[in-house]
């Protein structure tokens, strides 16, 4: 089928008006008039590169982005010097969206020789309009613009772009729509996350995250399990079930469940091995979902549990909802339930306000509660967030004094508590061939934590007892147990 310009209007128009109404048929459908478009305009194959920043809910996306350029006739490329190179981008810090422009850049160079080259973007930095009119205004060779509601649109947003010429922009303020069943590549064949629910209410004072990712909507139940049913029937023995807040999973359903009761429900699924989840908020974990916990053969040893900071004043100015008392009482209950449990959590140092007092307090939580890791920030300013408009912004030199003492503890505990599984044998999923040592594989125990071991690729994808022989800290050193 060869399509004249002159003709192109006339089968864009006829294409739009056989296109289906209901999704995902409808990108189906687009996936497929892209793939005649691709076939003629490259010559075969064409190929697409997607950078993917931030968190692990932009790299589900980013299996999705890659799904549905694979269903459209596109082949992956290691680089960005692809016929389609798409930037799934993060903006939860301000010098993030910086990146973005230097890859701009330069892939604006790519495709001054390449003139039939596409550029995308896509994800959080999108949702956000003067970023979206930058574009627009200081880099017209970008193709297609769109943000973090409707990423399953892509083939029918790359139709719009290959049959109108000019550059597609899609950006949603919300939704409450869920599109199911839309193919996606997966990046490891044993394990696969699994988004539960999108958006976050929460609003702490800091994060952008609600303002970019939109209100809170939960999946329905038998669509989370149907998906995992055909993870589990592919291959997969593990699953990360994620969401911003994954504790308040279920309350925007008509028949709302708890998130315990979808763990039950995802428990029962066989194939799958192990079960994980993030993110949890302190202020929706239930003693439900503890005793879920506690009772589950398959939920890892492992909770993520951000604390961001251990001054309960602080933690009202972040609007966090929980007094420190009330975190050190919750992981109490978690500890009592399951001694044996992986904690880690995230950070924040120099909040707007905060004082040596208020420093001592996060000082005496990650004491009290001794992290296997914690993730450290320095607060950064991110216009767009109340906080950014926040008085007594603290001085640098205070704040880089306090990280890095909250560096030394937290390292400090986390070589102690590490250790505790020493001369132990462990189930650990084997993950990838260890890239610095040869004959050496790499997994993971059900807490999370790494050990490498002497085996084969043909142990990848499989859970094996591993003795634990010397501790290095944040890994283990072991052999299998045959
Ligand atoms: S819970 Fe708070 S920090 Fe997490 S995404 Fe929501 S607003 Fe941001």
């Known amino acids: 089928m060869t399509i004249k310009t002159d003709d192109t209007n006339y089968y864009r128009e006829k294409i739009l008006r056989e296109a289906p109404e209901t999704e995902p048929e409808r990108q189906l459908y687009f996936c497929e008039r892209v793939r005649e478009i691709v076939k003629e305009r490259y010559g075969g194959e064409a190929t697409f590169h997607i950078e993917t920043y931030g968190c692990q809910m932009n790299a589900k996306d980013s299996e999705k982005l890659a799904g549905l350029l694979l269903q459209a006739g596109f082949r992956e490329a290691e680089t960005e010097n692809a016929d389609f190179v798409l930037y799934n981008t993060c903006t939860v810090r301000e010098n993030a969206n910086q990146k973005v422009y230097g890859h701009l850049g330069y892939v604006h160079s790519l495709k001054n020789k390449r003139p039939s080259m596409l550029v995308g973007i896509c994800g959080c930095m999108m949702q956000e309009a003067e970023e979206v009119e930058k574009i627009k205004k200081s880099y017209r060779f970008v193709d297609i613009i769109f943000g973090t509601h409707n990423i399953f649109k892509l083939a029918e947003l790359l139709f719009d772009r290959l049959t109108t010429g000019h550059m597609e922009v899609d950006v949603w303020e919300g939704t409450t729509e869920v599109v199911e069943d839309l193919p996606a590549e997966r990046?490891?064949?044993?394990?696969?996350?699994?988004?539960?629910?999108?958006?976050?209410?929460?609003?702490?004072?800091?994060?952008?995250?609600?303002?970019?990712?939109?209100?809170?909507?939960s999946r329905e139940p038998e669509d989370i399990v149907a998906e995992i049913r055909k993870l589990a029937a592919d291959g997969v023995v593990e699953v990360m079930l994620l969401g911003q807040n994954v504790n308040s999973y279920g309350k925007t359903l008509d028949s709302?469940?708890?998130?315990?009761?979808?763990l039950r429900r995802v428990?029962?699924?066989?194939?799958?091995?192990?079960?994980?989840?993030?993110?949890?908020?302190?202020?929706?974990?239930?003693d439900e979902l503890i005793q879920v916990m506690k009772e589950?053969?398959?939920?890892?040893?492992?909770?993520?549990?951000?604390?961001?900071?251990?001054?309960?004043?602080?933690?009202?100015?972040?609007n966090r909802r929980y007094t420190k008392e009330q975190y050190l009482d919750l992981v109490d209950r978690i500890r009592a339930a399951m001694p044996d449990i992986s904690l880690t959590t995230d950070i924040i140092v120099g909040f707007?306000?905060?004082?040596?007092?208020?420093?001592?307090?996060?000082?005496?939580?990650?004491?009290?509660?001794?992290?296997?890791?914690a993730f450290t920030f320095i607060y950064s300013?991110?216009?767009?967030?109340?906080?950014?408009?926040?008085?007594?912004?603290?001085?640098?030199?205070?704040?880089?004094?306090r990280f890095d003492r909250l560096l030394k503890e937290v390292q400090q505990i986390s070589s102690e508590v590490c250790c505790r599984d020493l001369h132990t044998v462990q189930p650990v999923l084997v993950e990838e061939k260890n890239s610095h040592m040869?004959?050496?594989?790499?997994?993971?125990?059900?807490?999370?934590?790494?050990?490498?071991?002497?085996?084969?690729e043909s142990l990848i994808g499989a859970i094996v007892d591993v003795y634990l022989e010397e501790s290095k800290g944040f890994y283990y050193m072991g052999r299998q147990e045959v």
């Open 187 to 217: 990046k490891y064949p044993f394990k696969s996350g699994v988004n539960i629910m999108f958006g976050c209410n929460n609003f702490c004072s800091y994060c952008i995250v609600p303002y970019v990712r939109g209100r809170e909507r």
């Open 256 to 262: 709302p469940i708890s998130f315990a009761e979808l």
């Open 267 to 286: 428990e029962k699924i066989d194939g799958i091995e192990r079960i994980r989840f993030m993110t949890s908020h302190p202020k929706d974990l239930s």
């Open 296 to 318: 589950s053969k398959k939920i890892c040893r492992h909770l993520h549990l951000p604390v961001q900071s251990g001054s309960t004043e602080i933690l009202k100015k972040m």
């Open 352 to 373: 707007p306000g905060e004082t040596e007092e208020d420093f001592e307090d996060t000082l005496d939580v990650v004491r009290k509660v001794r992290y296997d890791s």
């Open 381 to 401: 300013k991110r216009s767009g967030t109340p906080a950014a408009a926040m008085e007594n912004q603290v001085p640098e030199a205070a704040v880089k004094e």
């Open 438 to 456: 040869d004959g050496y594989v790499t997994g993971r125990m059900g807490n999370n934590t790494l050990v490498h071991f002497p085996g084969d």
